[in-house]
């Protein structure tokens, strides 16, 4: 039933991702030509891009290039994506956890993780680090001590994937730090994960060192940036009732319904302690280091994803727990956040825009000698993203 309620949705929101699949930015101007430069598999499986290492990507042109070549490379990356994106998103129907216990909560959790989901993560390797960041909220939040078998493997297994993808899982370290600290006689799996967020992050650090990156990510780090980070962080904070799509009246009336609804819930949380303050000291965490990370510290909804799902555990949570008022409150949020999302959900002009050129297309015209480079998507006023063929090909390059 969630395998089909998840195609369903997949599919809804824009067929074509799946029928004319394309190639997404990095995915193309810096893995493939990576690949393509290097001369084949194990020369490019190993090296970092724009300041980190990131294994999802990397595998996923690895083996688009080593299997199809180019022509079928974007059916193996959009495959990849999905692949991720469902093994994270099917944690809460695998893993125990208080906080999605009832039988529908997982489908809600399902639900609002898609319709949430910015256009600019959906379906591309490149961003499966934010996917595999919730993975690592739900693995947190989960009553571990309830974990057995095979949901141990696929937890340890999907965490080691996510500390290799990049660092959205890995700055949860002193989260589960704390609680193999709590369980510390009995917490052996905690602790295990803990190793493994710690040599993630030693892993992306030396990364970083290696190759600081050159892209505008570069200077995501500079002190001037600074000024930025309070509007950075109110984005990621407000992002669940921040409407991404064109409606006049209608919607500022449906967002400012939204944004009152989550301010007057921010302060009930905060006021109401317990389980759901620390919920909210997550979000505020998981925000101000996101917004930290991201370029420029401005922000951004996919900085935004992992923060906006938290807020959602939250709202269910308070459905079964809080007072008739609160219970209101968080159903009124849910709905309002649901007439938000939902418009922008099935509107991906931005991220796949039919105008623009299609990836078999170029792939003709670079095989009819016309030209010796595929554009790529997106193709944004200020984008020019593209794989450039090498001069001189080299060995086990596939055009």
């Known amino acids: 039933m969630a395998g089909l309620l998840f195609i369903a ?49 990397t595998l996923a042109v690895q083996l688009g290039m080593g299997l199809g070549g180019l022509e079928y490379l974007p059916y193996v990356t959009t495959g990849v994506a999905a692949l991720m994106m469902a093994a994270c998103l099917a944690a809460p129907f695998v893993l125990p956890g208080h906080l999605w216990r009832e039988p529908w909560k997982p489908y809600a959790l399902l639900f609002f993780a898609l319709i949430l989901s910015p256009g600019e993560i959906w379906l591309n390797s490149i961003t499966s680090q934010f996917y595999l960041g919730l993975f690592g909220v739900y693995l947190l939040l989960c009553d571990q001590a309830e974990l057995r078998g095979w949901r141990v493997l696929y937890a340890s297994a999907m965490l080691l994937v996510a500390v290799l993808t990049g660092v959205t899982a890995t700055v949860l370290l002193p989260f589960f730090a ?58 990621v904070m407000v992002f669940p009732v921040n409407a991404q799509w064109s409606g006049g009246w209608i919607k500022e009336v ?107 297309a170029e792939l003709a015209r670079l095989k009819a000698g016309e030209q010796d480079y595929i554009r790529v998507f997106p193709r944004w006023k200020n984008a020019d993203w593209r794989i450039v063929m090498p001069r001189a090909p080299k060995a086990g390059a596939k055009p």
Not at 296 to 315: D, F, H, N, S
Not at 332 to 354: C, E, N
């Open 254 to 360: 449906v967002q400012g319904a939204a944004g009152v609804a989550l301010l007057l819930f921010w302060w009930a949380a905060v006021r109401q302690g317990g389980q759901v303050r620390r919920l909210l000291l997550l979000a505020v965490y998981l925000a101000a280091v996101f917004t930290a990370l991201s370029i420029g510290m401005g922000g951004g909804p996919r900085y935004a994803y992992p923060v906006a799902m938290v807020l959602v555990l939250i709202l269910l949570r308070e459905l079964d727990v809080a007072p008739r008022k609160g219970r209101r409150l968080a159903m009124a949020l849910l709905l309002l956040m649901v007439a938000v999302k939902l418009p922008a959900y099935v509107s991906t002009r931005k991220y796949y825009d039919p105008e623009w050129p299609a990836y078999a």
């Open 9 to 57: 949705l997949v599919v809804l929101r824009e067929p074509a991702y799946l029928l004319a699949p394309r190639v997404w930015a990095e995915e193309g101007g810096i893995y493939a030509q990576a690949w393509l430069d290097a001369g084949g598999a194990l020369a490019a499986l190993f090296k970092p891009h724009l300041g980190y290492y990131s294994l999802v990507p």
């Open 178 to 235: 704390l609680q193999a600290w709590r369980a510390r006689h009995r917490g052996a799996k905690a602790w295990l994960w803990c190793v493994i967020l710690l040599a993630g992050l030693v892993l992306q650090g030396v990364a970083h060192l290696a190759d600081p990156g050159g892209d505008p990510g570069a200077n995501r780090f500079s002190l001037a940036n600074l000024g930025n980070f309070p509007r950075g962080f109110g984005y």
